[in-house]
């Protein structure tokens, strides 16, 4: 089976899975004290420089309630788009790990500005509101858009600036990297970020996301609240081998490039269908589309995708490191016959 | 590198590690909405019976939160033995995520008894005090050993003549069944057991833990709780997948019978050494013994092992599905020299 | 000193101040097991019919919370306005208490309407968001305004079609009744609400909140809750003692019309202003209205009130129930000067 | 009626009900920005000294919780008595608001010892357990009896040495510093303590109790978890007059005195019953006694007062800053006729 429903129904990229299986020789010792977690450690922090520490989680979700747990209070408010994989897609556990109350932005691009934040920031003490501690956004977005080098600085300056910190949830921070055809270093740790959620599933892993501390100090008790957040594994060495193997040779990269690629390629052969019109700019591996319902239907039955918003008859298309031409071929074949 | 530190130390077993590479085909829907989830879950409805109900989370402290989270209320009190990895060994999760108050007894074998209990029961309500709502028992216990089956429906009885759930923490049930020469159903559901947290990942798989419900209406609420606790894997079918392999032709209780059986030949092995001294029966894969601390010293050097009460000079030895007989003797050769 | 800022500001109405000081006569059995709790209860029980019940807590925030810590879970979506006190004035505190998730919906009135509320329905169980479980309207609103006994009874219909659960936030629910000519039971029983907070600080109380129960179940683990959420008062006799005071020969009432009756007389007299422009119907006891920035300044110096949209220079003037007409006729006689 | 059950079943001593009534005149800025609430600050400072701050919430409970919200997280550890109110009459809110866990100690007379509390310490981050942060003491212990100035000053120097802080949950804290002959300054912050419940509700107020942080930075956060925690008073002048009144003229020592005098003199009037036995030493203003059943209600007829184990034949009777020798006469007569 193959489809466009989302990069999480893609499997594992071989060169992972034979980590995996050289990783599966002997005893390790548990819970992260072994040999593959260090190097991969070391890994992310020849990546975003020497003041970042990097760590491992189970999920998406984990990531970033534990990327924001130690920079949030009960009392704080998270600052962060509508369409926020932390607001809409993780049932509300951002409130319930944190307590802390999420301030919601309205986006037609999944993207949000400093102007939206600015009436939001406290000047000073008022108990009776939440106070604002963190600017989370997400890179890609969800709507497959991407925040440039500089939207990003603007963001971190004005977070720092008023005590603030910028958090970035990459849950798919390779397109961002490819599409921007830049690095993480100089997208995440030259531009400000203080936390990221470092997307691993899917990037190509069977499981696995890491959170980066990009200074000193804010992962102070994260090893005690990722213990209470049940998300230490204890055979970690399978969740580090699998970062190390997307970390050399620029997998992720290529990775990336692939579903990026199929992404344009499939937006280009979608323009042939008058009928469709693109509702946001394709800039990494999703299409974000208005098709009458009908045309949807039969182009689900070639290749499954999503519905988006089903008042305006949108959908959103999905490529991921293993679309092929071939099947985005297929695909447009399937839905002219 | 091999030890005798916990049996999460040991890797995948080779079927298991099989059954994930056959896995890695194509797309597969995310989220557990795929084949081999239905088909795992299905199979654990065959061993559990026809209501019971089964799910898949990452770690055994999510299955043991998860398990306690549909019963529990924020002014519950959940009654434990002082050496139950709810209490000790998971940082305080149950009391974050679930609000509720631990109730602690204390135990020289690590299994609590109905007249422990029994104080603790509440006749009519009392707004000053947390109200029990579960009885958490460990089986196999953090000491080693196994509480029988007159003993688990002691306890389930004791539970639900007063409006309480029974919950097993079974991280290492399979060590259980095959010790007390049984199978999951006659241990568990037969004995009334509500509630039970399932382990994988000490029975050799590379990850995932299930919890098993054994009464309609128990999991109303699993999903979301799942996922509001970020434990809702996406490519869930790799879960799934080694728990079908675990479960079918009995794996389950080829890797428990080692484990339990090199258990006794490495206490049988160690019996001639006079200075060394058992300090609890060994009736699964786990030895506890004190021994003199230059002597332990050098065994730790031939073949690493936690020590468990420094105070006593006490220390825990723990077999694993990957234990050999060769290793054993080595390792007595090792102490010998 | 006398203001116009909150009704918050006023004293003890001074038949309350008697009633605390004839309740303070020898020994009253602790945390409400007393005579005069049992006949404050039975007094809101009599009021708002045979299957309600009514129980004390300390403040307007800790009323809402406790009315619906009972019918949220942690996964649980409360549906409210963008204005709403549980909202924007709590700090979060509904977050962190119940775990669960604001859904907000604009409003220029402060009313939601149900045409608003339908799109966040849920027809089957989407565990990747929170589960919508209660909708919370708050009566008199934050804006002055007076939701409609049609009103009332659309949402309430809308709610317990689709599963969910009618909250009311009543901090001003004796404006509200005196606004609409009605009572009570015809408010809030009759029209299907589940769950009402009654304010009684704002009334002319020195402290004390009632949650109110509607119908039966509701309550159940009530007493549990507030003691955790430390709302138990030990001497609850205090607070009884005040709410029969307030609810006997309609001091609720009278209370409530010279605070509606004064706004409304103020309102009028502001009018001679053609500077100052009215932005809400004056339905109860507050006023909102646009005053240039200077006479604004004028105008808090004779007797101060709170801005309300800094940016759109409006303002919010609230009466009491010791508001008098001299002291209005003292505002403007300054203002003029 | 008149009772000794506890100390708070007896009314608002008439010079704290005089301020009430002396302080309800006009209009006062809400929520603690007036001129009472500032005045009785700096007087909880001159008390307490320079460095501390004085913050005023409704219940014992809430101002334990409040206390310990700023110096624990989640993932923290409180070490406390077995008998600690936090512990067993709090319905677990210490557990749902701090999401912390207790660790408890057993004791025969309410005090914990250093040697009890080493044995938790760790010395270096361990992620599996919870991380121990404040010692909590009860000063009065819920066993009437008191800690001496040199045994709190031995805690506080413990928790200091290692990180940690000490609380002092103050219910009875003005008996205490009666008892010891000793002011508050000396007993609390001369010795050590970092942040103190003080206790008003059972001293002779209507309702009210204070949190003091003794050293600078502790209260950080405390305005916003106050008000989270659904304690920020509107009406706060009327907590703040209540306690002018008792730090004034030392009200609270007379009321201690009395109440102390008082328990000295019914214990002594006791010891003619050879059939009673005191069980802890009269301290303060409680006597813990084994009373054969049948007397203990033939005396619970006179006055009632509760049983405390049961199964002992074990109960408390509390005395109270109006309990006259008059009514301990009459008492005893009634016991003997």
């Excluded at 992972?16 to 050289?22: Q, R």
């Excluded at 409130?95 to 999420?102: D, Q, R, Y």
């Excluded at 690629?261 to 591996?285: C, G, W």
Aim: with cysteine.
């Amino acid at each position: 089976m193959r489809s466009f429903a989302s990069d999480n129904w893609s499997g594992v990229h071989p060169v992972i899975m034979d980590a995996l299986i050289n990783a599966n020789v002997g005893h390790h010792a548990a819970y992260g004290d072994d040999d593959y977690t260090r190097y991969a450690q070391e890994l992310f922090r020849s990546i975003f420089g020497p003041k970042s520490s990097a760590y491992f989680v189970f999920t998406g979700t984990a990531a970033n309630i534990l990327a924001l747990e130690n920079t949030s209070h009960s009392f704080s408010a998270i600052i962060c788009s509508e369409h926020a994989h932390i607001n809409v897609d993780e049932c509300g556990a951002m409130e319930k790990h944190t307590g802390a109350k999420l301030v919601v932005l309205p986006t037609n691009n999944g993207k949000i500005r400093p102007e939206q934040i600015k009436p939001h920031i406290k000047t000073e003490r008022f108990p009776h509101q939440s106070e604002p501690a963190v600017i989370s956004i997400t890179q890609v977005t969800e709507l497959g858009t991407v925040y440039s080098l500089e939207e990003i600085k603007a963001l971190a300056d004005l977070a720092h600036e008023n005590g603030l910190y910028l958090h970035v949830d990459g849950a798919r921070i390779s397109n961002a990297a490819e599409a921007l055809h830049t690095d993480f270093k100089t997208m995440i740790t030259d531009t400000g970020v203080d936390i990221l959620s470092f997307g691993g599933t899917k990037a190509g892993m069977m499981f696995g996301e890491a959170v980066v501390f990009l200074k000193p100090e804010l992962d102070k008790y994260f090893e005690l609240y990722r213990k209470q957040a049940m998300q230490l594994s204890s055979k970690m060495h399978y969740i580090a081998a699998q970062f190390i193997a997307l970390l050399t040779k620029d997998l992720w990269k290529q990775n990336a490039a692939n579903a990026n690629a199929m992404a344009r390629y499939l937006a280009d052969s979608l323009k042939q269908f008058p009928e469709i019109t693109l509702t946001q700019e394709v800039q990494s591996n999703g299409i974000w589309a208005i098709i009458p319902e009908e045309l949807a239907e039969k182009m689900q039955k070639a290749q499954f995708f999503y519905p988006w918003d089903e008042k305006k008859s949108e959908y959103r298309i999905m490529t991921s490191w293993d679309t092929s031409k071939k099947e985005i071929d297929d695909f447009i074949k399937a839905i002219k016959a």
